[in-house]
Each structure stands twice: as structure tokens, then as C-alpha cells.
């Protein structure tokens, strides 16, 4: 059978109705928006469904919190699936820890277009159109499979695909707050013959290629706590004959969280600082999609300016005046918390990296201008997920037997060790032997 082109949106952690969490002291208005901000979620989701005219939504998990009880999680969804199937999309559910197999058992008067998947019980299941097969669903269950393939890379690369595409699904589970390592995702990538992974929570935001297939998982379509950074939505993925799959983010999430560090220097003023901040905040990508921006602001420094913002009324009056100012679109409106940091008496010092980081200090830029291979260092610190686990994966590549107990052992290891103290280590390391003396570094760099 002729391999078809088609588009699908997939998208987890869609809680329905859910409360969002860690928002801080809000007034009415903003406490209205953020007791909607799931439901208009969701609303966007069906609305990126029907524009791009897909064939299927997939629901990987998480679609409502069955312990709420929430009525209006339950209507809203019922009218969504109702709108999809009107335009002749098929919804494909599979359960997750907080909206179980028996609670979507008790979901009454779905409509026909949705389809709950078992992983653990379920057959490939067929996903039609016009009375072919488009796409199939199958379960990737564990971290072997009957279904493991060797793979081989002359032959398969730059082919066109045959035969219906085929999607892996992994069960969700539950975890303890922390993301996974995405070494995990690689092996179960590894062994199932599957074009398309569906990547489930409590997984970030994350893509992982291997050759022609391709682990995605959108992360969760709402901010709902304050690891939840960045713009969240759900994912728009395309397949064609004869190229890569396309994941394309469709931000839907009207709230949005954003962790700011701002090195502040001994003669830094209260306008620059004010700059700094209004700077950062027009520069956000899909800015318009937020009604609740929540803005963590880590300063850390010294001298004067650093020592007036540590009085509550300084405080209150930057962020009044950076409300103010900012050129936010109607309706938008910003929560605010200040963590206030010494300047660090060496450098192994703890920092917040749960957002994208601005460094302001006239000196940090100096440096890093007049050194790109430190710039160039540090910006792929940045840029790691996980530090260890690209170790993990380095050495995995390299070992013919990848099921050997000790690598089971490291990986076990990895995802215990903190990320962030790992990539602050580095980047101290990193500035010590790359900005130790100007000569060195333009020796190296030549070379």
C-alpha cells in the first residue's frame, strides 16, 4: 500500500477545568483568566485542528483530572470533540495517570469520532481515510520489544516511506516531579519499528531523531506549574513521502511563566535596570498568545541599585512602572516575584535556570565578545538538556551490547544527579580555562 501524506496535532497534559498552580498573590481579574486559562487552552487546540485541516487529534495523556470532578471539564470537552467531528477529525485518546482507563469508561455520550486507546491490551489500531489506512497506533510497551529492529542507515535514509505511517505509543506514568532523561526516550526509539514516538508527560518539550524516525512529545498545552516554562501548547506535525517529519509548535497556553537572571553591576542605574527588564519582556516569542504573563526576576550583583530594590516599596514601584510601560497588548496582564542574590564570592554559585537567561553586566559582554570560543562554550551549555545523559548516550553509542547491566546502572545514576549544579560547574570550569588570560584563549582559538 502507497504511503499517504497527512497532518496530525498531538497534545498531552491538557487537563480540562484544572487549577492552575505557583501563580502568587493575583487580583480578581487575573485569578478569572487563570481559573479559565485550561479550558481556553483547549479551545485553541480544536480551533489549530480544524485551520489546519488535520486528519487526527492525538491525546497523549492527562486530558482531565478525573479527582476534580469537574462538570465543566467534562462539557467543554464533549462540545470540542463534537466541533472535530462536524469537520470529520478523529480524536484518539490514550489515558494517562490522572484521567484513567475507568474514568474515560464513564465519560457518557462521547461522540463516535473518539476512540480510546489501551496500550497495554490494545491491537495496532487503524486510522482511516476514505476507507484506506492512513496511520496506525501500536503500543511501545518496556524497554525491548519483539518489534526491535536493526535499522540500516545506507538503505533507509532519503527513501520514501511504504505502507501506512505508524505511530508508537508509551503508556504515561506517573513520576516525582523531575523530567526524565531523554536517554530513556532514545532506547525505547531504538527498539520499535515505529516512524512517529509519541513522546508522553512528564517529558518536557522534546524532539529526538534517529535516521527517518523522530520522538516527540509536546509537552504539557497548559503552564501549569512553575517548571512549566516557556510558551506550552500542543504540536502540528506533518509527514510527507519523501521528507522528515515536521513538528511545528502551535502555543496555545494563555498563561506563560518566564525565570529572568539580570547580573547587576556596582554602577548599574535604576533606568538601565528598568530597560533590562522592558527589554526582555518585548522580546518573549508569541507574546500575544499570554493573558498571564508570571515573571520571575532573579538580580543578582551589588552596590547601590542592588541594595534599594531589598526595601519593599523599590520593589513594588519597578514592577508598577514596568507594567506600566511595557507595551503589553490589551487585556494582558504580568505577575511578579523578586529574588534578590549577592554577588557570588566564587564561582560554583547556585543559579535558577528554568527559563531562558539574560546576562546583563558590561563586563560579562566585554569578555565574552573579545573570546568567542567562551561564548561559543557557554552557549552549548545552554543549549544541553541534560549534561550527564548526553554523557550516558556518548558512551551507549559506543558499546555494541546496549543492554548491558552496568549502562543500565549509569543511567540510573544520571537521572539522579541535578542538572543544574552540573551545568553550573561547567560553566565555571568552562570561564576559568577559556578567559584565564587573553593569550591562551587567542592561541587556542587560532588553532
Same mark, same amino acid.
Not at 130 to 154: F, I, K, P
Not at 175 to 203: I, K, N
Given at each position: 500500500?502507497?504511503?499517504?501524506?497527512?497532518?496530525?496535532?498531538?497534545?498531552?497534559?491538557?487537563?480540562?477545568? !484544572?487549577?492552575?498552580?505557583?501563580?502568587? &498573590?493575583?487580583?480578581?481579574?487575573?485569578? *478569572?483568566?487563570?481559573?479559565?486559562?485550561?479550558?481556553?487552552?483547549?479551545?485553541?487546540?480544536?480551533?489549530?485542528? #480544524?485551520?489546519?485541516?488535520?486528519?487526527?487529534?492525538?491525546?497523549?495523556?492527562?486530558?482531565?483530572?478525573?479527582?476534580?470532578?469537574?462538570?465543566?471539564?467534562? #462539557?467543554?470537552?464533549?462540545?470540542?470533540?463534537?466541533?472535530?467531528?462536524?469537520?470529520?477529525?478523529? =480524536?484518539?485518546?490514550?489515558?494517562?495517570?490522572?484521567?484513567?482507563?475507568?474514568?474515560?469508561?464513564?465519560?457518557?455520550?462521547?461522540?463516535?469520532?473518539?476512540?480510546? +486507546?489501551?496500550?497495554?491490551?490494545? $491491537?495496532?489500531?487503524?486510522?482511516?481515510?476514505?476507507?484506506?489506512?492512513?496511520?496506525?497506533?501500536?503500543?511501545?510497551?518496556?524497554? /525491548?520489544?519483539?518489534?526491535?529492529?536493526?535499522?540500516?542507515?545506507?538503505?533507509?535514509?532519503?527513501?520514501?516511506?511504504?505502507?501506512?505511517?505508524?505511530?508508537?505509543?508509551?503508556?504515561?506514568?506517573? /513520576?516525582?516531579?523531575?523530567?526524565?532523561?531523554?536517554?530513556? =526516550? $532514545?532506547?525505547?526509539?531504538?527498539?520499535?519499528?515505529?516512524?512517529?514516538?509519541?513522546?508522553?508527560? &512528564? +517529558?518536557?518539550?522534546?524532539?529526538?531523531?534517529?535516521?527517518?524516525?523522530?520522538?516527540?512529545?509536546?509537552?504539557?498545552?497548559?503552564?501549569?506549574?512553575?517548571?512549566?516554562?516557556?510558551?506550552?501548547?500542543?504540536?502540528?506535525?506533518?509527514?510527507?513521502?519523501?521528507?522528515?517529519?515536521?513538528?511545528?509548535?502551535?502555543?496555545?497556553?494563555?498563561? @506563560?511563566?518566564?525565570?529572568?537572571?539580570?547580573?547587576?553591576?556596582?554602577?548599574?542605574?535604576?533606568?538601565?535596570?528598568?530597560?533590562?527588564?522592558?527589554?526582555?519582556?518585548?522580546?518573549?516569542?508569541?507574546?500575544?498568545?499570554? /493573558?498571564?504573563?508570571?515573571?520571575?526576576?532573579?538580580?543578582?550583583?551589588?552596590?547601590?541599585?542592588?541594595?534599594?530594590?531589598?526595601?519593599?516599596?523599590?520593589?513594588?514601584?519597578? +514592577?508598577?512602572?514596568?507594567?506600566?510601560?511595557?507595551?503589553?497588548?490589551?487585556?494582558? @496582564?504580568?505577575? !511578579?516575584?523578586?529574588?534578590?542574590?549577592?554577588?557570588? /564570592?566564587?564561582?560554583?554559585?547556585?543559579?535558577?535556570?528554568?527559563?531562558?537567561?539574560?546576562?546583563?553586566?558590561?563586563?560579562?559582554?566585554?569578555?565574552?565578545?573579545?573570546?568567542?570560543?567562551?561564548?561559543?562554550?557557554?552557549? *552549548?551549555?545552554?543549549?544541553?538538556?541534560?549534561?550527564?545523559?548526553?554523557?550516558?548516550? @556518548?558512551?551507549?553509542?559506543? =558499546?555494541?551490547?546496549?543492554?548491558?547491566?552496568?549502562?543500565?546502572?549509569?543511567?540510573?545514576?544520571?537521572?539522579?544527579?541535578?542538572?543544574?549544579?552540573?551545568?553550573?560547574?561547567?560553566?565555571?570550569?568552562?570561564?576559568?580555562?577559556?578567559?584565564?588570560?587573553?593569550?591562551?584563549?587567542?592561541? +587556542?582559538?587560532?588553532?
Amino acid at each position: 500500500m502507497a504511503f499517504e501524506a497527512l497532518k496530525f496535532i498531538h497534545a498531552a497534559g491538557v487537563l480540562a477545568d !484544572h487549577q492552575v498552580r505557583d501563580t502568587g &498573590p493575583c487580583d480578581d481579574e487575573v485569578r *478569572r483568566k487563570l481559573i479559565d486559562a485550561t479550558l481556553l487552552s483547549f479551545e485553541r487546540i480544536v480551533e489549530a485542528c #480544524v485551520d489546519n485541516e488535520v486528519d487526527f487529534l492525538l491525546l497523549t495523556g492527562d486530558t482531565f483530572d478525573e479527582a476534580d470532578r469537574s462538570l465543566r471539564a467534562r #462539557v467543554a470537552l464533549r462540545e470540542g470533540f463534537t466541533c472535530l467531528e462536524e469537520v470529520g477529525i478523529d =480524536v484518539f485518546v490514550v489515558s494517562g495517570p490522572r484521567d484513567s482507563q475507568d474514568a474515560w469508561a464513564s465519560f457518557k455520550d462521547l461522540p463516535d469520532n473518539v476512540s480510546l +486507546f489501551v496500550p497495554e491490551v490494545d $491491537e495496532p489500531t487503524a486510522i482511516m481515510r476514505n476507507g484506506n489506512v492512513l496511520a496506525t497506533l501500536q503500543a511501545c510497551l518496556g524497554r /525491548s520489544s519483539d518489534n526491535a529492529v536493526q535499522h540500516d542507515e545506507s538503505s533507509s535514509m532519503g527513501q520514501s516511506r511504504i505502507g501506512p505511517f505508524r505511530i508508537g505509543i508509551i503508556p504515561p506514568f506517573a /513520576s516525582s516531579g523531575e523530567t526524565p532523561d531523554e536517554s530513556v =526516550v $532514545e532506547t525505547w526509539l531504538s527498539t520499535h519499528r515505529v516512524d512517529y514516538l509519541a513522546v508522553p508527560l &512528564p +517529558f518536557a518539550r522534546t524532539t529526538i531523531t534517529r535516521m527517518e524516525q523522530i520522538a516527540h512529545g509536546p509537552g504539557p498545552a497548559t503552564s501549569m506549574t512553575r517548571s512549566d516554562c516557556g510558551p506550552a501548547g500542543c504540536s502540528l506535525v506533518t509527514v510527507e513521502a519523501r521528507s522528515s517529519i515536521a513538528t511545528e509548535t502551535i502555543v496555545t497556553s494563555p498563561v @506563560r511563566r518566564e525565570t529572568i537572571n539580570i547580573t547587576i553591576g556596582e554602577t548599574a542605574t535604576w533606568d538601565q535596570l528598568m530597560s533590562a527588564m522592558r527589554g526582555y519582556i518585548e522580546s518573549l516569542p508569541a507574546l500575544d498568545r499570554a /493573558s498571564v504573563l508570571i515573571l520571575n526576576w532573579v538580580l543578582t550583583g551589588s552596590g547601590s541599585l542592588h541594595e534599594s530594590l531589598q526595601h519593599e516599596d523599590a520593589e513594588n514601584e519597578l +514592577f508598577e512602572l514596568l507594567e506600566t510601560d511595557s507595551s503589553l497588548v490589551d487585556g494582558q @496582564r504580568m505577575i !511578579h516575584s523578586l529574588t534578590l542574590r549577592p554577588e557570588p /564570592s566564587s564561582t560554583t554559585t547556585e543559579r535558577s535556570d528554568l527559563g531562558d537567561e539574560t546576562e546583563w553586566n558590561d563586563d560579562v559582554h566585554e569578555r565574552e565578545d573579545r573570546n568567542p570560543l567562551l561564548t561559543s562554550f557557554l552557549g *552549548r551549555i545552554d543549549r544541553e538538556h541534560s549534561l550527564s545523559g548526553n554523557v550516558v548516550r @556518548r558512551l551507549e553509542s559506543n =558499546v555494541e551490547d546496549s543492554s548491558s547491566p552496568w549502562l543500565s546502572r549509569l543511567e540510573a545514576l544520571a537521572g539522579r544527579v541535578s542538572q543544574t549544579a552540573v551545568a553550573e560547574r561547567s560553566r565555571a570550569l568552562g570561564t576559568e580555562w577559556f578567559d584565564s588570560s587573553d593569550d591562551n584563549a587567542a592561541d +587556542f582559538d587560532g588553532q
